[in-house]
């Protein structure tokens, strides 16, 4: 699998807080089935200020150590980027983390708050999409707006952004209206990845694999792994897009044999 989202970088937000507990989560990842996580430090102007320059020297120095634990496991840096002005103003100046490339565009992790979808969040999303970039909702399923009625997402969707859900959502870990929202988004198919979102191993660990279970079970193993490991991949440029999915035309020829 390939985690989009997690918190194992050492000493930058409110996730690992040491180099043997990045390392320790790095490990538990590997023992879940993840082969590559996407780091993704909270970039929150005021209270995380973080920023693609800030962050490089320690995830470099991260992942150096990562290699002498010869571990099936690699990291990519990005960023979970709390949607505020000061964080337009990074996409300015080039210092958003993005996790990859979706359809030629900077795949940016967006967090809203928890306790609803503010006023500005369309114009915000605009503003990024015409600078390039494809905004990722992280985690809606947690949103109190789209708990209170999962429809309040599908604006967003419909102007174009992608959503991740948390594997403890769908799991049922996070309670049961958050594995509800879930549901809907994903019955709906709305949804292109689920991500751990660890922080820690105590309360917050890595579990995909169960989420990944939970999926297969409920929508079969293909969707499965297209939401945990060929979306993500995809994301990340470990796989090739497949021209005959993404492109009606190549379709056409396929069938046609040419
Ligand atoms: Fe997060």
Redesign the pocket.
């Known amino acids: 699998m390939i985690d989009l989202?997690c918190?194992y970088l050492p000493f930058v937000d409110d996730g690992a807080d040491s180099l043997e507990e990045a390392i320790a989560l790095a490990t538990a990842s590997a023992h879940d089935g993840i082969r590559h996580a996407v780091l993704?430090p909270?970039v929150f102007p005021g209270q995380w200020d973080n920023t693609r320059s800030s962050l490089a020297a320690g995830f470099e120095a991260f992942r150096a150590a990562l290699r002498t634990s010869n571990l099936p496991f690699d990291v990519s840096l990005g960023g979970?980027v709390r949607l505020l002005p000061e964080s337009l103003e990074l996409a300015e100046r080039d210092e958003l983390p993005t996790l990859g490339t979706w359809e030629g565009r900077r795949v940016v992790l967006l967090?809203l708050p928890d306790s609803h979808i503010p006023a500005g969040t369309h114009n915000a999303v605009a503003y990024l999409q015409a600078r390039g970039y494809q905004p990722m909702i992280?985690h809606p399923e947690r949103n109190k707006d789209v708990m209170r009625d999962p429809r309040r997402v599908l604006p967003l969707v419909k102007q174009g952004c992608l959503l991740q859900l948390t594997a403890a959502s769908v799991t049922g870990q996070f309670g049961s209206k958050a594995l509800k929202t879930s549901l809907v988004l994903l019955d709906g198919g709305h949804v292109t990845a689920v991500a751990s979102?660890a922080h820690n191993l105590a309360h917050r660990p890595p579990r995909m694999g169960m989420a990944r279970m939970a999926l297969a079970t409920r929508y079969g193993v293909d969707a499965a792994m297209q939401l945990t490991e060929f979306n993500p991949g995809r994301i990340i440029g470990m796989l090739p897009s497949d021209p005959v999915a993404s492109d009606p035309q190549a379709a056409s020829q396929a069938e046609q044999g040419g």
């Open positions: 989202h918190h993704t909270h979970e967090e992280a979102d």
